[in-house]
Nanobody, 121 residues
Framework: QVQLVESGGDSVQSGGSLRLSCVAS????????MGWFRQVPGKEREGVAA???????IYADSVKGRFTISQDNAKNTVYLQMNSLKPEDTRMYYC???????????????WGQGTQVTVSS
């Protein structure tokens, strides 16, 4: 059974930083695509960043240069380092396991429960 557990969400001031973590179990971590998504209640889930087993990464335009996705295969963990946070980054953040290096939720099969990030101005 695949399980994903996110952590690291918090409330920060604009310009601050956070690092989100997602620990995966029940899958061969290094053979999958891992992604971070975010969502405001009532709106569609938005792709933020994704990484493949070779370390190739993609990012949404809104976070390029500010967010960095990385993974530690030995720890079955994927990270999202978020710098220069803005109030519009306030969302619930989810990690997911997918089948392609894309930022569309339809390509992801398993999801964590989410961790809340709140950025105040």
């Amino acid at each position: 059974q695949v399980q994903l557990v996110e952590s690291g969400g918090d409330s920060v001031q604009s310009g601050g930083s956070l690092r989100l973590s997602c620990v995966a179990s029940g899958l061969t971590f290094s053979r999958n695509y891992m992604g971070w998504f975010r969502q405001v209640p009532g709106k569609e889930r938005e792709g933020v960043a994704a990484i493949d087993s070779d370390g190739t990464t993609i990012y949404a335009d809104s976070v390029k240069g500010r967010f960095t996705i990385s993974q530690d295969n030995a720890k079955n963990t994927v990270y999202l380092q978020m710098n220069s946070l803005k109030p519009e980054d306030t969302r619930m953040y989810y990690c997911a396991v997918g089948r392609a290096l894309l930022l569309r939720p339809i390509f992801y099969n398993y999801w964590g429960q989410g961790t809340q990030v709140t950025v105040s101005s």
